[in-house]
């Protein structure tokens, strides 16, 4: 993996484009890194791979439903239910 500085980014931004052709690029900017570039071919791949595992995820909700094992929620717990979930989501991030 290669390492620019977001200065150097700047100036030799078709050397960028270039390396991130081969490889993702970190963009550095006072030593922390702050963005990543790559090339559309990987960009496509890691978009896919996410639709692959949302529809997997999806799959085992659907499966669970059809056996019987689902809950029921009203629409007042609807917020709760979603403030637990982005709860759980940012959990597993770190």
């Keep these: ?3 620019f500085s977001a200065n150097d ?3 030799r931004f078709d050397q960028l484009l270039d390396a991130a052709r081969r490889d993702p690029v970190i963009i550095e900017k006072h030593g922390r890194a702050m963005a990543v570039v790559l090339s559309k071919e990987h960009y496509d791949e890691l978009l896919n ?10 799959q085992i909700g659907i499966d669970a439903g059809d056996a019987g094992r689902s809950t029921s929620y009203d629409v007042t717990q609807v917020g709760r239910l ?8 940012r959990k597993r991030r770190q």
């Design 1 to 3: 993996m290669t390492i």
């Design 49 to 58: 791979m996410k639709l692959q595992r949302l529809r997997a995820e999806g």
């Design 82 to 89: 979603s403030a637990e979930i982005k709860t759980e989501a």
């Design 9 to 11: 980014a700047k100036s």
